[in-house]
């Protein structure tokens, strides 16, 4: 079956501007997560979908970005006045309900310039 | 708060050589140990996983992980590695609060290169 998707694959900008960035996830999985992986920094958790549960944001790096969750499904990460700090590749994944396993995207490489 | 550490950033082995890669977290309850990784210019994927029974669990290309709870160790071993197992290795950990499943804490990933 399908995997989990994500658009755009890249995402070249200007500082200062707002991005949104998609992901798909896999069909029945209730939870839905988006990591930041920058080279050399590993995978940076920003945010935490599960269900109809209130999202963790815990570790969304400032107040420019935000995320929602429409429907239990698709899932959009926005990040406003974006820096070139924010360069980075952007990873959604979801986890199957009865594994646990978490299923990763392909990533949407954002460059700012 | 919960963290998950990776001895060694960076791993380099000629083939053949046996393969250890350390990975600790600091829970106290129950988790799910989880074993990532990640090719060149590929999407990250599952290795292996542990979520109760016994504690030596295999994986996918001959990958082996052992939990130690005793150490909140989950480390990776492989006896021989292949060339084609050079990529990077992420370490993760699932915690149950409860009935909860909370969020997954990743470690930083270890860069295995293996010449050949």
């Known amino acids: 079956g399908a995997g989990v998707s994500q658009s755009p694959s890249n995402k070249v900008t200007e500082k200062g501007k707002d991005v949104e960035l998609r992901c798909d996830p896999i069909s029945g999985h209730t939870a839905l997560y988006w990591y930041r992986q920058s080279l050399g920094q590993g995978l940076e958790f920003l945010i935490y979908f599960q269900g109809n549960s209130a999202p963790d944001k815990s570790g969304l790096p400032s107040d420019r970005f935000s995320a929602e969750r429409t429907g239990g499904s698709v899932s959009t990460l926005t990040i406003q006045r974006t820096q070139q700090e924010d360069s980075a590749v952007y990873l959604c994944?979801?986890?199957?309900?009865?594994?646990?396993?978490?299923?990763f995207g392909p990533g949407t490489r954002l460059t700012v310039t | 708060a919960q963290s998950v550490s990776q001895h060694n950033h960076h791993v380099i082995l000629s083939e053949a050589a046996s393969l250890e890669l350390g990975c600790n977290y600091s829970?106290?309850?129950?988790?799910?140990l989880f074993w990532y990784v990640q090719y060149p210019g590929q999407h990250l994927q599952l290795l292996l996983k542990y979520f109760s029974g016994d504690p030596l669990v295999k994986g996918i290309k001959g990958f082996e992980a052992e939990f130690i709870k005793s150490k909140f160790s989950f480390n990776l071993r492989k006896p021989s590695v292949q060339w084609s197992d050079t990529a990077e290795y992420f370490c993760?950990?699932?915690?149950?609060?409860?009935?909860?499943?909370?969020?997954?804490?990743f470690g930083r990933g270890t860069q295995l290169t293996v010449w050949p």
């Open positions: 994944a979801s986890r199957e309900p009865s594994t646990y396993e978490q299923y």
């Open positions: 993760a950990v699932n915690a149950w609060r409860g009935s909860t499943l909370g969020r997954l804490y």
């Open positions: 829970y106290g309850g129950t988790v799910n």
